[in-house]
């Protein structure tokens, strides 16, 4: 199986604990995700977001719906989580937030690593170019909602193999 990475980074002007609480709240998922997928969180709200959690959501991608079940694997506030795909359209997806006080405000990374069923050239022709659009989308969002007072991004999303 081949596995991909996508990074990516931006500074936020609100200090850690303030930007984490963002992140925190699932409801803001449906925030920073495009329209274009119709995503909707199907766990009811609020959720309590700790180890174990398990969060449902629907989405369409090219007309076609998809169910997606992750289940935050860890939670350490206000630094880092991490959720995985337990159900969905990927062979292997684990998500990794990370959050950093630097120059006054908060250093968001994201580090995905991510598999998908046919593999590279299912990768390389389909999927590749929409999930970079998708954090790039998620990035000027939240530029939008919580760079009141400026914001950088400092990694635009790429994407890398890893195995």
């Known amino acids: 199986m081949t596995t991909r990475t996508l990074t990516a980074a931006i500074w936020l002007p609100g200090p850690r604990d303030e ?39 629907s989405l369409r991608l090219n007309h076609f719906p998809i169910r997606w079940r992750t289940r935050i694997a860890a939670w350490e506030p206000p630094y880092r989580f991490v959720d995985e795909q337990l159900r969905g359209p990927y062979r292997r997806w684990v998500h990794e937030h990370t959050f950093e006080s630097v120059d006054g405000g908060t250093l968001c990374r994201d580090r995905v690593d991510y598999a998908v069923p046919g593999g590279r050239w299912v990768d ?13 989308f998620r990035q000027r969002k939240l530029g939008e909602l919580l760079g009141k007072d400026g914001w950088r991004e400092l990694a635009s999303p790429r994407v890398t193999a890893s195995a």
């Open 19 to 57: 930007v984490f609480a963002f992140f925190a709240d699932a409801g803001n998922l449906e925030l920073i995700t495009p329209e274009y997928l119709r995503f909707q969180i199907r766990t009811p709200q609020p959720i309590a977001m700790t180890e174990g959690t398990l969060i449902d959501y």
């Open 124 to 136: 390389r022709c389909f999927v590749r170019s929409r999930v970079v659009d998708i954090f790039t």
